[in-house]
């Protein structure tokens, strides 16, 4: 059985789905799970590579610790997650052993993905459980993901893995049928808004906004995670999984908003160093350089580096930054923070005699670098 699927979307070869907590635990949730588990059978059927990011790991223990109240503490809401993971999963294999589905389990902290041999040996490993046809279902390891480490909201978590895993297209499941021009709860004349074909500074007002005024589970990360997927080139869909469907949010424009990819997809190394490796510093460049970078694609010579922040080594990654301090591009540096301190705003033939030797003439190659703005406008990459 094929599910529909709008229009404007393209054949969908891997799919990344993030379910929140409330789907799976509000009042009703046995029909609604069971109901989404259908549809995402139906798909997986259809021949399309399904991946889940489901939280509920610490909803699942609150319940099972008869908790009234998500506790404020840490390490107790981390015992939750650790009673209630299992829980989840078993909850999941049974609905997916009925369709004669195997399921995998994930588990991630930030760091996992920040760490370049781990992020390739998680890759592999969801590579295979797709060959096998077995539908990976991903959460954060809450069990050692506390502060920094933490996606603490796996809207996030949704849009690194479906960056790992090249998707087609990342559908983020809520309680609301996506972006509204206004708050659809209160305000009866609130407009839909099906599709989004650029993001712009209004749109994320506009969550910003909704977001004080009533919880949706925080339309500003959700929007933020279909921004930087679609910024990679895959297609993201916010949608109403709680009243409505999977099947409807995937067809129907009225149940979602879906986000147009803003370009051909990246390839996993530029995705990475754009989207999931952590930046160690920042390179301010001048307005020449700014121009080489973005306008003409060539690679970061040291004449166009004004100033060095941070503490880096050679093949870290680190923002590159326009005079008035908005980041524009992202890279892997070819030398280190006080190397390029000593090199910077001197000519490529100047390098060999300020250290010693020239191994390269670019600070970062055109290869390693990543433009996060149009050559046209210049928003900033959100900043975490
Ligand atoms: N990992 C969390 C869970 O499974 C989801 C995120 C959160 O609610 O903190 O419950």
Redesign the pocket.
């Known amino acids: 059985m094929h599910l529909p699927i709008r229009k404007e979307l393209p054949r969908l070869l891997t799919v990344v789905v993030k379910i929140g907590?409330r789907i799976l635990t509000a009042p009703g949730h046995e029909k609604r799970v069971s109901n989404l588990i259908k549809d995402l059978t139906a798909l997986h059927a259809s021949g399309c590579r399904v991946i889940l990011v489901s939280?509920?790991?610490?909803?699942y223990g609150m319940e099972a610790l008869k908790l009234k109240k998500r506790p404020s503490s840490i390490p107790l809401q981390q015992a939750c997650?650790a009673i209630?993971q299992h829980r989840l999963m078993q909850r999941y294999e049974h609905f997916f052993s009925t369709a004669g589905i195997l399921i995998g389990q994930v588990l991630l902290t930030w760091d996992d993905l920040r760490c370049k041999k781990r992020y390739l040996n998680l890759r592999n490993t969801l590579f295979r459980l797709l060959d096998l046809k077995a539908v990976p279902i991903v959460?954060?390891n809450?069990s050692v993901g506390v502060e920094e480490i933490r996606f603490?909201?796996?809207d996030m978590l949704g849009a690194q893995i479906a960056l790992l895993a090249q998707a087609d297209l990342f559908v983020n499941l809520t309680d609301v049928g996506g972006l509204y021009d206004r708050n659809p709860h209160t305000e009866t004349a609130a407009r839909h808004i099906p599709v989004v074909a650029s993001m712009s500074a209004s749109l994320r007002k506009m969550a910003d906004d909704r977001k004080k005024e009533f919880s949706v589970g925080g339309m500003t990360t959700k929007l933020k995670a279909a921004e930087i997927v679609t910024r990679a080139g895959i297609y993201a869909l916010i949608g109403d999984g709680f009243d409505h469907s999977f099947r409807e949010a995937l067809s129907k424009p009225q149940s979602a908003t879906l986000f147009l990819p803003q370009q051909r997809k990246m390839s996993s190394r530029h995705r990475w160093i754009a989207f999931t490796g952590q930046s160690s510093g920042s390179l301010i460049i001048d307005d020449g350089a700014r121009t080489a970078v973005v306008k003409l694609g060539k690679s970061l010579l040291p004449a166009g580096v004004r100033s060095v922040t941070g503490t880096f080594k050679a093949g870290d990654t680190v923002d590159i930054d326009s005079p008035d301090g908005k980041t524009i591009a992202r890279g892997m540096v070819n030398y280190g923070a006080d190397e390029i301190r000593a090199i910077r705003n001197c000519k490529s033939s100047e390098i060999a005699a300020r250290l010693g030797g020239k191994p390269f003439d670019e600070v970062i190659h055109r290869d390693n670098l990543v433009v996060l703005v149009s050559p046209h406008d210049s928003p900033s990459l959100p900043k975490d």
């Open positions: 907590s939280s509920g790991a610490i909803a997650a209630g959460n954060e809450d603490g909201n796996n």
